[in-house]
């Protein structure tokens, strides 16, 4: 078995904008409520690498992985996965960026396989990144149309 999420969210600001902001890792942690730290390791051939840290959890633990992102702004879309995959026997993310007229629909698709010895089953892994994706996904429609609205005339 596999877990899958598939969240969406209509920001009010144009697509390039959007596409922007979403795609500076080294903003994340401005962007992201999760990450203390986004550090870009490699870019080669449209590749970015790049180290993602969190907050310490209840327990204290800092959790930390290395992914890689593959940004076509062309079709606006995006394909990533995590390279040290932790508790994951793999992590595959994809995001879309749609124009709803002068707004943007962001989509993000997250495949993924705990590991047997993992805190988590593929299930609670869902229910688990399905309430933090809406919150993370929040925050940044925020951020994002707060910034819009600064840019705008008035």
Known sequence: ?????????????PIDLVWDITNDIPNWPSLFSEYAGADVLSETDGVITFRLTMYPDEDGNVWSWVSERVPDESTKTVRSKRIETGPFEFMNIYWEYLPEGERTRMRWVQEFHMKPQAPANDEGMTAHLNKNTAIQMDLIKDKIEAVATAGRPA
Not at 1 to 13: E, F, H, K, L, Y
Request: charged share 25%; no cysteine; net charge negative.
């Open 1 to 13: 078995m596999t877990g899958r999420t598939d969240n969406s969210i209509v920001i009010d600001a």
